[in-house]
């Protein structure tokens, strides 16, 4: 089934309430849990402490050896972004560096397209719990998430 026959079924605030609700429902029920155990340490431990700054070719190679496919919430098309890597590389990489320096991605990168999905092609599609949220997320943080990785 295709995102329009999807979109003839429901409408965009019934899944916010449903997903919202599910959200909802799984704080409330965790709420009192006592915190994860932290898992056994492996024979060598290693503390991440703090993030090194990234150099341009990380950036390059990160944004280049990616899939291209955009999202709406990437300011250009992936493709035009490759080929004007090399222009664009020392921003980037700027921007890629203050991040991990701040340990956190610019309030821009944190948004996401949420789409529901089907969980089987076969499954009724008027019943809400027969979806799964999908998230798009913008390039750059997806780039920023390799070269922490």
């Known amino acids: ?47 991440l402490t703090e993030l090194k700054a990234c150099m341009e070719e990380d950036v390059r190679r990160a944004i280049l050896s990616s899939p291209t496919k955009s999202c709406m919430l990437d300011p250009i098309p992936i493709f035009l972004l490759k080929e004007l890597v090399d ?9 890629i560096n203050a991040s991990l320096r701040e340990g956190q991605l610019p309030s821009t990168q944190m948004h996401a397209i ?26 750059i943080s997806k780039v920023v998430e390799r070269i922490v990785a």
């Open 1 to 47: 089934m295709d995102s329009s026959s999807t979109s003839q079924t429901h409408s965009a605030n019934q899944f916010i309430q449903f997903f919202g609700h599910i959200v909802e429902t799984i704080r409330k029920d965790t709420e009192n849990c006592p915190p994860l155990a932290p898992s056994p340490p492996c024979s060598t431990t290693v503390l």
């Open 114 to 139: 949420l789409t529901p999905l089907l969980k089987k092609p076969y499954f009724d599609a008027s019943n809400l719990k027969n979806y799964r949220p999908v998230s798009n997320l913008a390039f």
């Open 87 to 95: 222009v664009l590389l020392p921003y980037l990489t700027a921007m």
